[in-house]
């Protein structure tokens, strides 16, 4: 795995990103890092709070937005799938540990 999620109170595994679906989410990545001046890295660790996950969900909202998502459909279903992840832990208030290989 690229990048492991853990809820950061009780150290639960949520999901994982394979280095594939890491790529695919790398604009993302990158949009989140203009933001916020934040780094997610697959070869590192970071706490990801409710707010950065908010902040996120935005990202991808305003790139399904802007994009044809017809493209590329393993990436668009990657897009989502992280998305609906995040909104869930997000709507639950959880803070998130991410673990890099």
């Known amino acids: 795995m690229a990048l492991d999620f853990y809820r950061l109170d009780n150290k639960e595994y949520l999901f994982g ?9 790398s604009g993302i990545f990158t949009d989140f890092q ?4 934040l780094i997610i890295d697959q070869n590192g660790d970071f706490k ?5 996950q908010e902040a996120i ?10 994009n044809d998502l ?9 897009i989502i799938e992280f998305r609906t992840h995040l909104k ?3 709507q639950r ?6 673990i890099g290989d």
């Open 48 to 52: 990801m709070t409710v707010e950065n």
């Open 93 to 98: 208030k959880l803070e998130l540990q991410l």
């Open 88 to 90: 869930d832990c997000s």
């Open 57 to 66: 969900i935005s990202i991808i909202d305003r790139y399904i937005d802007k």
């Open 70 to 78: 017809n493209k590329n459909k393993s990436k668009t279903l990657t």
């Open 34 to 37: 203009y933001q916020t001046g």
């Open 17 to 25: 990103l394979e280095d594939k679906q890491f790529e695919e989410l």
